[in-house]
């Protein structure tokens, strides 16, 4: 029943020309999202040094674990995807992401607990860091300072990382993945070195320069792939292991700032059953029967589109970091490509830059979370408050 009172707004149509215009955009971003997601280099210095203040070296006292848990919900849980995807198929121990409250019931003493919350108080990463504790495993909690989850870490007498709260949690996910990082980094399971962090960091801070508020769509990557995205229906696929992490933080902000129905995951996957979406009816049927001369401006919506956006790793990951050969991969990414293109679909490729994986991990994310501002801006939604979640909450008491 629709009763009126959700205090939904916000344009059907896209507004493209507002996306030119610096000053409607600051007005349309009142809480600061395009801010808040250009801080990112920012917060992996700020992270990497607060991680540095802990005691990590702690965690390696008792040798190397039988697992490692991540337990934390939304961009908290991400980071857990983020270290499985750093630290690669050679990690020499399973690392598993939990995301619901508590920890797996196999967990105990030879094992340990990275409990991840940017508010520090989600019922999940409590209830994990609490368990971790009663059962004797090794804890590590990354978080807002003076939380609930710091006090369990203390009476836990456990290493915390205080990670200052700033925005909503997804506009948090590199200060609360590095601390992450560093804590398996003591344990001996991921290589992630210093000149790793500043070149991360240095490469998100020259894409948020790229996608600035000021640089115009034709020049801004962000502003043209959200404008690409205006009025379709995106399927986000990753080339590689790493690159699905990337297109999952993109079903991520699509969905949350941009409010946008999105399809995501790894192409390998895809290839064997999803791929069929492009025939369809969002697909090659809608294509065929596209007049190209009519005005969009009178698209009442039945000629809703699909839009592929690729994510591909870029061949760069050394040969023994992968379990797939990189050929394999790379032709598997020039298919799908061939095939958007026999069927009409449009297809948007990001392709990964830089030397280690987790540059190449962040030059797959910072375009697409630019872009899942953007495109909510143009739809005249606020990117950072947004009702549905907040009424989630209420209705189920969260
Ligand atoms: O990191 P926290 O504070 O535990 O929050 C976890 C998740 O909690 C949800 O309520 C938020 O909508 C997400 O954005 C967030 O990622």
Redesign the pocket.
């Known amino acids: 029943m629709i009763d009126g009172t959700a205090g939904v707004s916000g344009r059907r149509d896209a507004d493209e020309a507002l996306l030119d215009n610096p000053q409607a955009l600051a007005e349309a971003d009142p809480g600061g999202m395009l801010r808040h997601t250009a801080s990112a280099g920012a917060q992996v210095r700020e992270s990497a040094a607060l991680a540095a203040e802990a005691n990590l070296a702690v965690l390696a006292d008792d040798g190397r674990p039988r697992a490692v848990v991540i337990a934390?919900?939304?961009?908290?849980?991400r980071t857990g995807d983020v270290l499985a995807t750093v630290a690669g198929p050679r990690c020499p121990v399973p690392i598993i992401g939990h995301r619901s409250a508590g920890v797996p019931g196999w967990v105990g003493a030879a094992d340990v607990v990275i409990a991840?919350?940017?508010?520090?108080?989600?019922p999940?990463?409590l209830g994990a860091a609490e368990a971790a504790h009663r059962r004797g495993a090794r804890l590590v909690a990354v978080?807002?300072p003076d939380s609930q989850l710091q006090s369990i870490a203390e009476q836990a007498r456990a290493p915390f990382i205080p990670v200052p709260r700033r925005a909503?949690?997804?506009a948090s996910l590199w200060a609360?993945t590095v601390p992450v990082l560093l804590a398996a980094r003591s344990l001996g399971l991921v290589k992630v070195n210093e000149a790793d962090l500043a070149e991360t960091a240095a490469r998100l801070d020259a894409d948020a320069d790229r996608c600035r508020s000021a640089a115009e769509s034709f020049v801004n990557p962000a502003k043209s792939l959200a404008l690409g995205l205006a009025g379709s229906i995106p399927i986000v696929w990753g080339s590689s292991p790493l690159a699905t992490v990337a297109a999952r933080r993109f079903g991520d902000t699509l969905s949350?700032n941009a409010r946008y129905p999105v399809v995501t995951g790894a192409l390998g996957e895809a290839g064997r059953g999803r791929v069929g979406l492009l025939d369809g009816v969002f697909g090659g049927l809608a294509e065929g029967e596209r007049d190209i001369f009519a005005d969009p401006a009178e698209d009442d919506g039945e000629g809703t589109r699909l839009r592929l956006v690729l994510l591909r790793d870029g061949g760069l990951n050394a040969e023994d970091d992968t379990d797939e050969p990189l050929a394999v991969e790379e032709r598997r990414a020039d298919a799908v490509q061939t095939l958007a293109e026999r069927r009409g679909v449009r297809c948007d490729v990001v392709t990964a830059e830089g030397g280690s994986a987790l540059e190449r991990l962040a030059s797959l994310i910072a375009v697409p979370d630019f872009a899942s501002i953007y495109l909510a801006l143009a739809h005249g939604l606020d990117p950072m408050a947004?009702p549905a979640?907040t009424e989630m909450?209420e209705l189920s008491n969260?």
């Open positions: 934390g919900i939304g961009t908290a849980g991840v919350s940017a508010s520090g108080r989600s999940e990463a978080g807002a909503p949690a997804r609360l949350a947004v979640i909450k969260q």
